[in-house]
């Protein structure tokens, strides 16, 4: 009961908190509003239209970039990689894993480069592989050991990637511009006061209470 009461109250504290920054930034008559009220409203606002203006425009872009960017990867990597048969020359491991049949492992094995040239080295095989069977396995143009290129799937993925990076980054912009904002507004702020205080505090102490 009484962490539900601790939690009510915080709830309570963070709604205040959002009308209190509500009712300091919005534009209205009030006479007690400071010009650096209604400037910081303005920029803030000005922050949000630019992202709601251009967001529409730059998630599709980025997007479409990497895209192309990734097309040109893989027509590259399809270029200058082959996929060769490789021997085993030990038994892969045996990890006993019932719920994966296709569970990889490091395992010794020899292939061939693609000009004929015998290579040897640690390769990922299906567990408890036996020695001698075939492992296809993936190579560049000197016979060493690569990833296959990229698939449609995997360009997909770096499409969306970058089209929630851009959105993503267009939201931190508008939280550092606010963040920024309001520091250059409260040192005017603070230089404001203790400029009305130098002059107030004098005539404050000649009051007879």
């Known amino acids: ?13 963070r709604g205040n908190g959002l009308v209190r920054f509500a009712r300091g930034v919005r534009p ?10 209604r400037l910081e409203t303005l920029l803030l606002a000005g922050s949000i239209v630019t992202v709601a203006v251009g967001a529409p425009f730059a998630v599709p872009a980025a ?34 894993d019932g719920y994966s049949a296709d569970s990889q492992v490091l395992a010794q094995a020899t292939w061939r480069a693609p000009d004929g040239s015998p290579r040897t080295g640690q390769v990922m095989a299906t567990s408890g592989a ?8 993936w190579t560049d143009p000197s016979g060493h050991l690569t990833g296959p ?12 990637l ?15 511009e606010s963040v920024i904002i309001r520091r250059l ?14 002059v107030t505090e004098p005539m404050w102490n000649r009051q007879k209470w």
């Open 162 to 176: 970058a089209g929630s990076a851009a959105a993503g980054g267009l939201v931190l912009l508008v939280l550092c």
């Open 149 to 160: 290129p990229l698939t449609e799937s995997q360009i997909a993925g770096q499409a969306d």
């Open 28 to 37: 209205d008559r009030n006479p007690l509003r400071r010009a650096s009220d």
């Open 63 to 96: 997007a479409a970039a990497s895209h192309a960017a990734a097309v040109r990867t893989q027509a590259i990597e399809r270029a200058t990689r082959h996929e060769v048969t490789g021997v085993l020359l030990q038994q892969a491991t045996d990890t006993g």
């Open 1 to 13: 009961m009484r962490k539900k009461s601790q939690e009510s109250r915080r709830a309570v504290t």
């Open 130 to 137: 036996s020695k001698g069977s075939p492992i296809r396995i």
């Open 185 to 198: 507004l409260d040192r005017r702020r603070i230089a404001a006061w203790d400029a009305d205080w130098a």
